[in-house]
């Protein structure tokens, strides 16, 4: 859809727990587009068990792709907002959002990884948004409640499951995708250069 309106645009796999993978692909995204204006770092799972049931693997696994994965995309873009520095195309020399979760401040029984990962991804947003805003570089997180996404799908799959959900949200309807886009635009837009360092 992109290319079709007349942009560039490039699909690339990789797995971002992986620091290897993670450098090349943005070797190879710079090689093709020419730099990095704007990390969305999105990627994110669960592997849910009751505590004294998790194992190792199921907390490495989360916390590798939800907290370390955001660290190395982090990481790589900075670079490359340092190297580039501030062109015409914004005031800031780059923008990161962070994809959290509400559990990033609410625990949540039975997903201790999940909602370690997103506490996790809080305070290295606020960390590296105070490291490197005097660099004209603003970092943001967007931490949804109830999206109506396949990761979710059973919170809201049955009228029933819906009701008791809707109990918990004040506008009473579950969260679109489209009301995380449009935040997300909101926060790499120039509109939104005085906010840094904030969680929606």
């Known amino acids: ?66 907290l370390t994965g955001q660290f190395l995309c982090a990481r790589e873009a900075i670079k490359e907002f340092l190297r580039r520095g501030i062109t015409d195309k ?7 959002i962070c994809m959290s979760s509400v559990h990033e401040v609410i625990p949540w029984a039975g997903h201790a990884n999940y909602a370690a990962s997103k506490g996790g991804v809080m305070l290295m947003m606020k960390t ?39 109990k918990l949200i004040p506008q009473k309807r579950v969260g679109q995708v489209e009301d995380i886009g449009r935040a997300a635009v909101w926060l790499a837009s120039d509109d939104a250069d005085y906010v840094n360092g904030t969680t929606l």
């Open 128 to 166: 590296i948004a105070q490291e490197f805003a005097p660099k004209k570089i603003r970092i943001n997180s967007i931490a949804p409640g109830a999206i109506a996404t396949p990761i979710n799908h059973d919170a809201w799959d049955t009228q029933a499951h819906l009701q008791e959900l809707l």
């Open 90 to 96: 914004s005031k800031a020399a780059g923008k990161i």
């Open 1 to 66: 859809e992109i290319i079709a309106e007349g942009n560039k645009a490039v699909g690339y796999q990789c797995d971002v727990s992986k620091e290897d993978e993670v450098i090349k692909m943005f070797a190879d995204i710079i090689a093709q587009l020419g730099t990095v204006d704007i990390l969305v770092n999105n990627a994110g799972l669960q592997r849910d068990a009751k505590f004294v049931d998790m194992t190792l693997e199921q907390w490495n696994f989360v916390l590798g792709v939800n």
